[in-house]
């Protein structure tokens, strides 16, 4: 009998041992695949920037959308405004954008067509010049 009792208390200890390593490999395992999913997104963006050539329509890490104008190096100049350009580290640049596509234009007989059907008086003095026949607690009825 006294052989029985460290045999059970070694094997809850093997068990504990047991769940604690596969809690610890699991842990392990999320942050690998958490790393490696990071470390895809880090390559696609340094391939970006190296790819970069002029006229691209880029977004810096901040939100200002420019054209690449000229690349020396690491800086990256980009046109924001006609003529207005500003120097940006090659790593503050997140991504490329589409260029900005204007809407179709609408012919000028297509849009006074559909404006004909709506009157709208240039003033007041077509309206009547009583009271609103529309209210009930006018006190003058």
């Known amino acids: ?13 093997g068990q504990s041992n047991l769940i604690f390593l596969a809690f610890v490999l699991l842990a392990f395992g999320a942050l690998w695949l958490m790393s490696s999913r990071t470390r895809k997104q880090q390559k696609a963006a340094q391939e970006l920037r190296n790819n970069l050539v002029a006229g691209d329509e880029v977004m810096t890490a901040s939100g200002l959308f420019g054209t690449v104008v000229d690349i020396a190096g690491d800086v990256v100049t980009l046109e924001t405004s006609p003529g207005v350009t500003t120097r940006w580290v090659r790593a503050a640049i997140l991504k490329k954008v589409d260029p900005p596509t204007e809407p179709p234009a609408v012919a000028p007989d297509e849009r006074l067509d559909e404006v004909d059907e709506f009157a709208v008086p240039d003033d007041l003095s077509s309206l009547d010049e009583g009271p609103d026949k529309r209210r009930s607690d006018d006190p003058e009825k």
């Open 1 to 13: 009998m006294l052989h029985a009792l460290p045999t059970a208390a070694t094997s809850g200890a």
